[in-house]
């Protein structure tokens, strides 16, 4: 259940943001840099506020902040969760959704991931993948809360093609693939191989390094969740400029021009959602 052919990592340990709600006090400005568009939408770290939290059934000591979910209007392929599991808690039943796959990625404390009765204690830059149906509990045995990032999407079945097993790693493990010409300044971390047509979804990190730029306005089919785990950036968005920072969550639906400059001083990077490698739907209700 693990990926043995990734290239091994390198580098320094990583630091991940993450949100630890609370509320803001009376005497904060009201304004902020949330933004709803029908191309794409900003939903800053300080929305991640107690009074916003949800709670899901056959769940213990556990909370989290919704980032997405298919509504008309906004997200259709995925939904994105940061969970808050507090010491003790956790779940025997944490999918109810037979079709649903789904990527955990840990940006804070210790977690046990049991998948077929073999059990993975998972770390800060932890990765899983889950297929549909697949046999999984999660429990916080540490004395502190875990939080990571749960992101689903309904599995796209396809005669002839297996649904790829579940399998558990780490950041740490994997070497950054850099993109071609950008002298290592743009580089992304791949869980599983982009050629793989087992995969309908793929879940990556994307660093940049100070001054690194997606030099042109993207234009494509995929649709995004973009949470930036660390630094500060600039993005353009279907022809308007949006400050970004660590903990800050992105949705770009599809065929939103989208860019990027990376103005430091440390990395810019987040964690990466799009549907990929199935043939386009003609009929919405599919979805």
Known sequence: MSQPDSPRSTQ???????????LPPQSQLI???????????????????????SYLPHWEKTRLWVLARPLSGFAETFSQSIM????????????LDPEAEG???????????????????????????????????????????????????AYEVVEGIEVPPAF?????????????????????????????LRHDMHVTIVTFQPG??????????????????EGRAVYHLNQEWVEVEAGDFM???AFCPQSCYAGGPGPFRYLLYKDVNRQMPLRLSRR
């Open 103 to 153: 990527v955990l990625f840990v940006v804070e404390g210790e977690m046990t991931l049991t998948l077929a009765g073999q059990a993975h204690v998972m770390t800060p830059g932890g990765y899983a993948y889950l297929p549909p149906g697949c046999d999984w509990q999660l429990h916080n045995h540490a004395a502190e809360a875990v939080r990571f990032h749960w992101i689903r999407k």
């Open 84 to 95: 808050e599991v507090a010491p003790g808690g956790g779940s025997q039943r944490p999918e």
């Open 251 to 253: 949705w770009l639906r």
């Open 212 to 229: 690194g730029v997606i030099p042109f306005d993207e234009t494509h089919v995929m649709e995004h969740g973009l949470y930036v785990l």
């Open 12 to 22: 320094p340990p990583r630091r991940y943001y993450a949100p630890h709600g609370g």
């Open 168 to 196: 558990v790693t780490n950041e740490q493990e994997i070497a950054p693939t850099p993109m071609p010409d950008t002298d290592g300044r743009w580089a992304t971390t791949r869980f599983v191989d982009p050629a793989d």
């Open 31 to 53: 304004h902020d840099r949330a933004v709803f568009t029908e191309a794409y939408a900003v939903i800053p770290k300080g929305v991640m506020s107690d009074i916003v939290v």
